[in-house]
């Protein structure tokens, strides 16, 4: 295996013998192989395209199969197995319909549009063959796998907006151009920048589309004080980022006894009208993703895992008979909750039957923790920001959004934002707020100085914050507004969002705990001299530099 699409990774350059995120070399090679095999679905449906035939099925499995394969969110050897040939003979599928429209496959084409196999063996003596080494130069392969992480970032979002009933072919389409030119030997290194630009381009689209999906199906996400302690009633813990799954759990409980938290990227879900209803929803427990073996033992009671992150538990945890797995997520001793029906919901009978088994939920903090500011509830408090700026009440916005991770470094951020003077507002999304979101930092005038918008693709709505602000303050450059970009990235997801914010025009971003292990020197070298990437100094120097 070779693995080095975290921030995790093996010494800063690559998981080679096993992940550190619990990832086996056989896992990680079947989802090479899954990649590898959706570069030649691609390779037929643009060429399909081409010929006026769209298939939105296969744009919506290649999405799916990319999901899978991000950080920590699918651990199930099998699955892959079984995606894989689902792959194969979805492939095969449009090859045939390719030549009947009387489309031919040119000679040299990419082997992934014509290799194939069927025992689980046969993948194997492949899929060692076709990971990220297999491009040897280490620039093209930085570059094309930049463009595949921002991808699967992409496609995780998309999928969520699928679940909502929200899809945009464009983004199918980019998805499959990309995929196919990550094959492309020809392809200059400018070509290839641009095309990271473009996937960044086609982020924001993707992201929009889920903010569109969540806020016109659940509402606007409301300022809201989230409590963080625990009723007597059996529960279950939601963690990941799927809002569906969300209602649908939701739905079933209702009336069973059973109540319902969220964990980690769920907590967001909080905000949201159309949940706030359920009075059997308490609030949310424990932390970020990295801190569950600990809380899902103390929780007590089922835990049901949308998507990332899941954590190996160690051997003989007590609650490794109580995690389910559905969507994109699984892991090899997990029940997997299948596909909803069309029209319908997902079954989670069996989830609600062993809460009403298990004991409640241990306390492990009390209090509440206050969040719901996505773009329309700021926007609505817009006066009151600009005057707050205006009068020199607020210096300066820190956008601090990103992902959470284990290392020890990441208290850096901690330490950051109880460091930051007074007069700055952290503004906030995904799984890095835990860092700080339960310091007393205060307020500003009734203005929080932590403003969480919600999960990781809810940076969305800080880019969507930043250009009305823009707007207000009739600057022409993004870059001229009082706000500095202090990123925490651990999986794929934050690649997409950095690829977005870069589309966006927004420079000198700080990205840390450290630069991503994909970047070679001269990648690096171009994001750091192109848009001011840079990484994370001490907590003192970093503060100096951003306030100067
Ligand atoms: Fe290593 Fe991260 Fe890949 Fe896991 S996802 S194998 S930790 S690089
Ligand atoms: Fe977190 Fe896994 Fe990235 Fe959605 S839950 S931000 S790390």
Request: with cysteine.
């Amino acid at each position: 295996m070779f693995c080095y699409q975290c921030q995790e990774t093996a010494k800063g350059t690559g998981c080679t013998l096993a992940g550190v995120c619990g990832k086996k070399d056989n896992v990680a090679n079947m989802q090479d192989l899954l990649v590898f095999v959706t570069k030649g679905i691609s390779f037929y449906t643009t060429r399909l395209r081409e010929l006026g035939v769209e298939s939105e099925a296969a744009g919506k499995f290649i999405v799916d199969s990319l999901f899978m394969t991000i950080t920590n969110a699918n651990f199930d050897f099998d699955r892959f197995v079984v995606r894989v040939r689902e792959a194969l003979k979805l492939r095969d599928e449009l090859k045939e319909k390719y030549l009947k429209a009387g489309g031919s496959v040119p000679a040299g084409v990419h082997e992934s549009a014509t290799w194939t196999g069927h025992s689980v063996e046969e993948f194997e003596a492949k899929n060692v063959s076709i990971g990220v080494l297999s491009t040897k130069n280490e620039d093209v392969r930085s570059l094309r796998e930049l463009v595949i992480y921002g991808l699967k970032g992409m496609a995780a979002y998309t999928e969520h907006a699928n679940n909502l009933g929200f899809s945009d072919l464009t983004i199918y389409k980019f998805i499959q151009d990309a995929l196919v030119a990550t094959t492309n030997d020809n392809l200059t290194a400018d070509q290839l920048v641009a095309l990271v630009m473009e996937t960044g381009k086609f982020g924001v689209t993707a992201m929009a589309l889920l903010d569109k999906a969540n806020t016109s199906t659940y509402g606007n996400p409301e300022i809201t004080k989230v409590n963080i302690g625990v009723r007597n009633n059996p529960g279950i813990l939601i963690s990941g980022h799927d809002l569906r799954d969300m209602e649908d759990l939701l739905v079933q409980t209702e009336g069973t006894g059973v109540d319902v938290y969220t964990h980690s990227e769920m907590l967001p879900a909080n905000y949201y009208p159309a949940f706030k209803k359920y009075k059997h929803f308490v609030g949310n427990y424990g932390s970020s993703w990295w801190q569950q073996k600990e809380e899902f033992e103390t929780f007590n009671g089922p835990v049901l895992f949308t998507t990332n992150c899941i954590v190996p538990p160690k051997n003989g945890a007590s609650y490794a008979d109580k995690v389910y797995t559905t969507g994109a997520s699984g892991f090899t001793g997990f029940k997997h909750i299948g596909e909803r029906p069309a029209g319908g919901r997902k079954d989670f009978s069996e989830i609600i039957a062993h809460a009403k088994r298990c004991k409640p939920p241990v306390e492990i903090e009390k209090g509440e923790i206050i969040g719901g500011f996505a773009h329309n509830q700021v926007v609505a408090l817009a006066d009151k920001v600009v005057d707050a700026v205006k009068s020199g009440a607020i210096r300066k916005f820190f956008v601090m959004a990103g992902c959470d991770g284990r290392f020890k470094q990441r208290s850096y951020y901690t330490e950051f934002a109880e460091a930051l003077p007074k007069d700055t507002v952290i503004m906030t999304a995904g799984c890095a707020k835990y860092r700080y979101n339960k310091l007393p930092l205060g307020d500003i005038g009734g203005i929080p100085r932590v403003l969480d918008a919600g999960q990781c693709n809810d940076s969305y709505s800080l880019a969507v914050i930043a250009l009305k602000l823009k707007e207000v303050f009739n600057l022409n450059d993004i870059n001229e507004l009082p706000i500095a970009f202090n990123i925490a990235w651990y999986e794929q997801k934050a690649v997409i969002v950095l690829l977005a914010l870069l589309y966006l025009g927004v420079k000198n971003i700080h990205l840390g705990p450290t630069l991503p292990g994909f970047l070679s020197p001269n990648v690096a070298k171009v994001l750091i001299e192109k848009f001011g990437i840079a990484g994370i100094g001490t907590v003192e120097d970093d503060i100096k530099l951003f306030l100067s």
